[in-house]
C-alpha cells in the first residue's frame, strides 16, 4: 500500500548512540520497505538521502553495529537486501513525510532535524513544539551553532516557521510550526523510486477513466431528457 509517510520510534530518533547519517538512512530504509522486503542500492539510497555513497557505506556499518538493521548478503552489482527493526508500539512512533525525506532541496542533516523536531510535536499538546538548540544538537550530534544553521535552513525552505517566545521568567525561545507538506516545494524537487511512479502512473490512469465514464454517462442522461 502506498503512504506518504514513515513510522519511526521516538527513541531511535532523539538517541545519542546513532550520527544523524545513520537515522537519516534507516528512514530512507524504512522508505523503501515493501510486503517483500527491503531492498535498495547504492545509489539509490545516496539519490534519495542526498548523502555520498561512501557516508551510506558508513552509515551501514554503523546501523548494522547498533543492531538496528541486518544486512544479507546479495550478489554484486544487485540491489542490498536488508532486515529493519521497527518499534510495535505506535504510540511511540511518529510519521515523517516522505516529501521531506526525499526533497533534494533540503539536506541531510536538515531531514534528521525535521524528524526529531516531528518527535517533540507529538509530545507536546498543540501542532508546536520548543525543544532548544542544545537539545537539537544532543539529539542530531551537532553544535548548537549548526542546528541554529539547519533550522534557518529549513525555514528559508518554508518547510516550518518559528516565533520567538519572550517571557519575564525565563529566557527567549523558539517555538517551531509545521508547514503542510501540500503547501512546501515543488514536485520536480522531489525524488521518486520506481514503485512510486509506477503507482502514480495507474492512479491518474484510474481517475481519468472515472473522469470519462461520468461524462459518458451525463451525456446518456441528457440524451434521454
Do not use: W
Amino acid at each position: 500500500m502506498q503512504t506518504d509517510s514513515v513510522l519511526v520510534a521516538s527513541d531511535f530518533l532523539l538517541s545519542i548512540d546513532v550520527s544523524h547519517h545513520a537515522k537519516l538512512l534507516y528512514m530512507i530504509l524504512l522508505s523503501k520497505t515493501t510486503k517483500h522486503g527491503t531492498t535498495a542500492s547504492m545509489r539509490e539510497m545516496a539519490r534519495l538521502s542526498g548523502m555520498c555513497i561512501n557516508t551510506i557505506r558508513k552509515a551501514v556499518i554503523e546501523l548494522v553495529n547498533a543492531k538496528v538493521i541486518i544486512k544479507y548478503s546479495h550478489v554484486a552489482g544487485e540491489q542490498g537486501v536488508y532486515g529493519l527493526t521497527t518499534c510495535k508500539k505506535k504510540a511511540y512512533n511518529v510519521a515523517v513525510p516522505l516529501f521531506i525525506l526525499h526533497n533534494r532541496t533540503i539536506q541531510p542533516l536538515q531531514k534528521v532535524l525535521y524528524a526529531i523536531l516531528c518527535v517533540y510535536k507529538r509530545i507536546g499538546k498543540d501542532d508546536s513544539c520548543y525543544p532548544s538548540y542544545t537539545t537539537l544538537g544532543h539529539a542530531l550530534g551537532v553544535c548548537k551553532r549548526t542546528v541554529q544553521r539547519a533550522v534557518n535552513g529549513l525555514r528559508s525552505l518554508g518547510s516550518i516557521q518559528t516565533k520567538l517566545i519572550r517571557a519575564a521568567d525565563r529566557f527567549p525561545y523558539l517555538q517551531y510550526f509545521f508547514v503542510s507538506f501540500t503547501d512546501f516545494g515543488d514536485s520536480e524537487d522531489i525524488e521518486t523510486t520506481k514503485e512510486e511512479s509506477a503507482y502514480r502512473k495507474l492512479m491518474c490512469h484510474i481517475r481519468q477513466e472515472e473522469q470519462e465514464k461520468e461524462v459518458v454517462d451525463k451525456k446518456k442522461v441528457c440524451e434521454g431528457a
